[in-house]
């Protein structure tokens, strides 16, 4: 049976919206794109989440940030996270099944989410990564389909945005099973389900 694990950038008020680019996500008016730092340890620390076990099984996102981040890293030359992404099992999760999935290896989630992911986790062995995607996440949360949260907790307040989880988020009760801060400033914090 397959594990989800969210992989993403938070700023100390929860915020997830657009953390690498200005332009990355101006939904809502939001103007503070590009807030989060990078480092060294916090890219060394999310290859060895990466590479732990295997490796990930894949990637699921949700239509926006599929588009968005393989349209970006795809572009970027000499970037070994775009090809990496490029040559990965994508499982895309959209409203808008009639648009094509533009990427090799891409499986597109239509219907019922919550039922596709559920259905996804028999049949995948291994880690399925999520990278942004709030509204997939959102959508799975209430289900307990996340097994694990990596988030890369910046310090920094935004005060607006879209938070991973927003208000009306359910009750989740996690345990903290790694932390560490880097010399930038960052911590990452791993968190799984409770025993």
């Given amino acids: 049976m397959g594990r989800i694990l969210v992989m993403n950038h938070v700023s100390l008020d929860g915020v997830m919206q657009a953390p690498a680019r200005a332009d990355e996500d101006t939904?809502?008016?939001?103007?503070?794109?590009?807030?989060?730092?990078s480092d060294e340890a916090a890219a060394q620390k999310m290859g060895e989440r990466m590479a732990a076990g295997g490796?990930?099984?894949?990637?699921?996102?949700?239509?926006?940030?599929?588009e968005d981040v393989l349209g970006y890293w795809t572009q970027q030359p000499d970037s070994p996270f775009g090809a990496a992404l490029e040559g990965a099992d994508k499982y895309v999760a959209t409203t808008r099944p009639d648009e094509p999935l533009r990427w090799p290896n891409s499986t597109l989630l239509a219907g019922d989410v919550v039922h596709a992911v559920t259905e996804l986790k028999k049949r995948v062995d291994g880690v399925l990564g999520i990278m942004g995607s709030g509204r997939l996440i959102e959508t799975l949360l209430p289900y307990d389909l996340i097994d694990e949260f990596l988030l890369l907790v910046n310090p920094c307040v935004l005060g607006t945005g879209q938070?991973?989880?927003?208000?009306?988020?359910p009750p989740t009760r996690l345990r903290c099973l790694d932390a560490v801060t880097t010399p930038g400033g960052l911590l990452l914090a791993t968190y799984g389900r409770p025993d």
């Avoid at 490796?55 to 599929?66: A, C, E, M, P, V």
């Fill in 27 to 37: 939904r809502d008016g939001f103007t503070q794109g590009g807030w989060a730092l």
């Fill in 55 to 66: 490796g990930l099984s894949g990637w699921l996102f949700g239509r926006r940030t599929y």
């Fill in 163 to 169: 938070r991973l989880f927003p208000e009306g988020s």
